[in-house]
């Protein structure tokens, strides 16, 4: 095997290994039965260590495409031939959301299935129902398949899926949409969350509102509710406005979720109670952003009971740009964040790393886009 030498720097080395000598196998050039040459031999021609070659070496033998006996050396297994490995040469990408249902969701899988379906992989697509533990399932379901990658809107959860950093430590290529894990070095593509928030408040201060209110769920390892938070506080700040915590309601206790319309009358109806104490308490306010588009529209439709007059003296932002935010009255000014594009853009890095193992990790955030309507206006009528 005439093989090009590779990094010994790099962290996936072995894994690199393993698949130059797989592509070898798969393509008939050593024939089932075959002596591999000594770990010495292989280090040489590879230019790593054998270190190295005994990781990849024992990869493969797991995988089944190698025997390795004691004392007599490494052969090609009998399996190549018979057809049980073909498996491997279907290119396997896998999806996991938190559900099938929604337009959020289904604009960014429909992204990441055009791409796919264009390369020629197969995709396979898993919905949690905001489940962890499903999502867990899952993730281990897709180690013992040998996936050759996983795109994956991650469920919602206080921490982080430990599974997700196995399938990180046995080297399958991950990436993240529309939010990722902060602290795990792996490939994501999100909407710029911070600085759609930070124009967007930006142009409530153009309005002239000075007393902005943020209204938001509790705190959780989400890095786009973090980013949309910082986007607001930075914005107040860098317009030398003072920031009132009497107007951050920052602990909404909100169990909804963005990816349906359809939501349970009883906790719209909870949230609505807890938004109506809160704009009770805050008559300077004349300005709201909530962080996604479902607190939005309840805000919008609370105020109206408080007795203040939405696009009047009360301006409402939200974030998502769901279709029936368009029809609401009045009309929800927000932040619209390009879905289809996250997923065609996670799908083309998918590729990119299954087919070139040393580039690296991808972390894109894209731009959103704010949609004016009726529900803010000038803080003067």
Known sequence: MNMPRLDEKNKMLHSQVAKRIREQLESGAIGAGEKLETENGLARKFGVSRPTIRQALS???????????????????????????????????????????????????????????????????????DQIEKEQAFIKELIARRADGLIIHHTKAHYYNPAIFELYQKNIPIVMTGRYYRYLDTSFV????????????SYLI???HRHIGLVCKKPTIETSQE????????ALSDHNIVIQRNLLFTDL?????????EQDENLEKRVQEQLKKFIESSPEMTAVFASNGLIAASIIKTAKQCGRSVGSDLSVLGFDNDSFFASLDPALTTIDWPTFEIGRRAAQIMIEQIENPGIGTRKEYLP??????????NVNG
Do not use: W
């Open 59 to 129: 990869e493969l033998q797991q995988e089944g495409y190698i025997d390795r006996i004691h004392g007599k050396g490494t052969f090609v297994s009998g399996k190549i031939n018979s057809g049980e490995l073909n498996h491997r040469q279907e290119k396997n990408i896998y999806m996991i959301v938190p559900h099938f249902s929604g337009n959020f969701i289904g604009r960014i899988a429909a992204g990441v299935q055009e791409v796919i379906l264009e390369r020629g992989y197969h995709l396979t697509l898993y919905a949690t129902n």
């Open 368 to 377: 959103t886009k704010l949609i004016i309507r009726e529900s803010c206006a």
């Open 206 to 208: 153009g309005l002239g």
């Open 253 to 261: 206790n909100d169990e909804r979720s963005v990816y349906f319309v």
């Open 227 to 234: 980013d949309r938070i910082r986007g607001f506080l930075d």
């Open 190 to 201: 999100v909407a710029d969350n911070y600085r759609g928030t930070y124009e967007a408040i």
